[in-house]
T-cell receptor, first 112, second 112 residues
Framework: KAGVTQTPRYLIKTRGQQVTLSCSPI?????VSWYQQTPGQGLQFLFE???????NKGNFPGRFSGRQFSNSRSEMNVSTLELGDSALYLC???????????FGAGTRLSVL | ELKVEQNPLFLSMQEGKNYTIYCNYS?????LYWYRQDPGKSLESLFV?????AVKQEGRLMASLDTKARLSTLHITAAVHDLSATYFC????????????FGTGTRLKVLA
């Protein structure tokens, strides 16, 4: 059974650009969650999608957005990148809330 | 405001010894999660604890939840070097605005 796949693994962008990250969940998982990890702020929850609907959202500005497709694949978009957006972005899939989450390898974003 | 505190932040222990990591949270929580992260790697889900008195065990790790004390513990039995990693707890709540908050992490080093 294939795991959670995140692409790309590494990204380098400059301030003001936008970026789209992709996450393919485990087959059969309808919940996809996104997290940001930085040395300063630690791990923070971004949002969760379930059956193409954003079910929960963390405390991030509107520059951070996402969507989920009918095949449960999810994308996360960050517009007008800032230096502080440099982080490891993790995606996790699960059967739903209260179930174990399975994480992808992450996308490391560097904003210059 | 939902806060999650872990202690200790750093833990160095000898192989074969037992130890406990503590996770305190400040308000009512729906679920409590434990994760493991190896250096430079993604997160691995360890346990999801759903109710007061819940106890889950996997190998040398055992997690428990006391919702009245707002405390979860991760107990390590007869530690081995392979358990060296950073361990995070996290809680979420749907009371009011949804929140999903991670603890600061406990960096565990097991010395051979």
């Amino acid at each position: 059974k294939a795991g959670v796949t995140q692409t790309p693994r590494y990204l380098i962008k400059t301030r003001g650009q936008q970026v789209t990250l992709s996450c393919s969940p485990i087959s059969g998982h309808r919940s996809v969650s996104w997290y940001q990890q930085t040395p300063g702020q630690g791990l923070q929850f971004l949002f969760e999608y379930f059956s193409e609907t954003q079910r929960n959202k963390g405390n991030f500005p509107g520059r951070f957005s996402g969507r989920q497709f009918s095949n449960s694949r999810s994308e996360m978009n960050v517009s007008t990148l800032e230096l502080g957006d440099s982080a490891l972005y993790l995606c996790a899939s699960s059967l739903g809330q209260g179930h174990i989450q399975y994480f992808g390898a992450g996308t490391r974003l560097s904003v210059l | 405001e939902l806060k999650v505190e872990q202690n200790p932040l750093f833990l160095s222990m000898q192989e074969g010894k037992n130890y406990t990591i503590y996770c305190n949270y400040s308000t009512t929580s729906d679920r409590l999660y434990w994760y493991r992260q190896d250096p430079g790697k993604s997160l691995e889900s360890l346990f999801v604890l759903l109710s007061n008195g819940a106890v889950k065990q996997e190998g040398r790790l055992m997690a428990s939840l006391d919702t009245k004390a707002r405390l979860s513990t991760l107990h390590i039995t007869a530690a081995v070097h392979d358990l060296s990693a950073t361990y995070f707890c996290a809680v979420d709540t749907t009371s009011g605005t949804y929140k999903y908050i991670f603890g600061t992490g406990t960096r565990l080093k097991v010395l051979a």
